[in-house]
């Protein structure tokens, strides 16, 4: 089991030469998602190397357009590339309308075929499972409807403790899969091998939330508690705090706080103001309420194993 | 008067790292307009220092991603820099529609108005005209309905010979206007000095048709003859002449075809498949019907003087 994030653009509002709007590319439990997709996405995922055919969830927070606008492209691009796997998108209402429309005016008529997951609820909610993640909505505050989202490997089963296995040569492939399972072994001379002695424990499950964009929110700690690597935004230094409160962004600070009291491992910091020339200071900020704070920087891969 | 074009994207399709869609930037006759606008275009206007406060006027040719998609990121960065200037979009039917809806999900309000100028004409039409310039469309033929534009400057008057107007004192400045007119000055002697002895002819007016993306189209002949500056798409070498056909394409040497019969003084071409590694190949073909090529390269502005 292994988590590796790739940030593909982290900065807010407007593309410029180096500053890219947000998007994050995940690889969870041989998962692979794309979280948010602000314009120039594609040609960033090209940049570092992130293969467009492992994408088939993508994940949009919100319908601002450092957030979406370089979803259309992306979709186009799959056509222009032949794809034939289903595509599943799940955002805001309307993103379907939206995305239908441009196919439609461009005539784009592509051999996939793309399921909406259109999200309107505002309590937390599972969007995604199947046998190796889930992911689940985290409810954010901002000038229209926004979720951030909930990455979570299952639980594994516990491994094999294969030097003890192997005193026992009684025991056969065909018995791995119940010892694996946690039961015990019943030996033909009546003995009992306790689970315990054959098996390791399962690897730790990891778990990634991504929370952009939202004003300072303390309701979603109960869901992010205990994560292993938390992405929230800080738009802003506290010296703007009276901006992040009326453009419902966060501080630096502030995702610090949040990070502290949801007691995660790591806090990858990101959607920087383009006021702000020295995004170290962001880093410097957090520092003083959180220790383990990441810089998102187009590029920077962030590895969990 | 004079005319300078820069180029800001020039692949086909989709964007790549190095690879940005069609986007031009027109300063003509002290005029600012931007011709088509892929993803990505504001990032190149940035990039090659293009202001974003003198484009008043946006021509996109036709709704594919690789012209258009690059518009509601533009249009919503005009919104954060609080422009509040009138923004006209020329383009074909829809691109209302659909930009007005990815505005509406954003809840994006700005301080400008946005004056949409639908064309569904099959006809040459003058679709925008002042003191300065007059823009024509340019009727293509595509897999969706497309205009190319013609940009012509306005004839400007003669210019005064001062050096001759001088040897006369009689003359005052007040009279410039009527001579600058075409006007013969009449001395109190009664003599007749004729115009032309006062006077320089006026500079020739310069003009710029932009040809994307189109099959091989001799009809559009008339409508180009004898432009300073024609740009014609060249998807394809003459190789694969059967894809150009079947995609509505042109190739290098179509395109060459089309600025000979046309009798254009230069020819840059554009819009290359990311098939082709080495895009001087374009310029051999092209070079073999017409001798005055340029290759579109991001960055590259051709200057008419």
Redesign the interface.
């Known amino acids: 089991m292994s988590l590796q994030l790739t940030i593909l653009g982290c900065h807010s509002?407007?593309?410029?030469?180096n500053a890219y709007p947000t998007s994050q590319y995940l690889e969870i439990n041989n998962r692979h998602f794309l979280i948010d997709c602000g314009?120039?996405t594609?040609?960033q995922m090209?940049?570092h190397k992130v293969s467009f055919a492992k994408i088939n969830h993508i994940f949009i927070s919100h319908?601002?357009?450092d957030h979406f606008?370089?979803l259309?492209?992306l979709i186009?691009?799959f056509g222009?590339?032949n794809r034939e796997k289903e595509l599943h998108i799940y955002g805001?209402k309307?993103?379907k309308?939206?995305t239908n429309?441009?196919l439609k005016?461009?005539?784009?008529y592509s051999k996939f075929d793309i399921i909406f997951h259109e999200l309107t609820s505002k309590n937390s909610e599972l969007i995604f499972e199947d046998d190796k993640v889930s992911v689940t909505t985290i409810p954010l505050t901002h000038?229209?409807y926004t979720n951030g989202f909930l990455f979570r490997e299952k639980e594994s089963t516990r491994k094999l403790h294969i030097e003890n296995v192997q005193q026992y040569p009684e025991i056969q492939t065909c018995d791995y899969h119940n010892i694996k399972a946690g039961k015990d072994v019943l030996l033909e001379s009546g003995e009992i091998i306790k689970n315990e002695e054959l098996t390791l424990p399962p690897v730790k499950s990891k778990s990634f939330a991504f929370c952009s964009d939202t004003s300072y929110k303390e309701d979603i700690i109960p869901i992010i508690k205990n994560v292993d690597l938390l992405y929230h935004e800080t738009t802003f230094l506290s010296d703007r705090e009276d901006l992040a409160k009326k453009t419902k962004h966060s501080t630096a600070k502030q995702a610090a706080q949040i990070a502290s009291q949801a007691n995660v491992n790591q806090l990858v910091i990101g959607h920087y103001s383009s006021r702000y020339k020295n995004i170290e200071l962001f880093k410097e900020e957090a520092e003083t309420i959180f220790p383990k704070v990441i810089l998102a920087e187009a590029g920077k891969k962030i590895s969990l194993i």
């Open positions: 509002a407007t593309p410029r030469e314009e120039g594609q040609r090209r940049k319908l601002h357009g606008y370089g259309i492209g186009s691009t222009i590339l805001p309307g993103i309308e939206v429309l441009q005016v461009s005539k784009s000038r229209v």
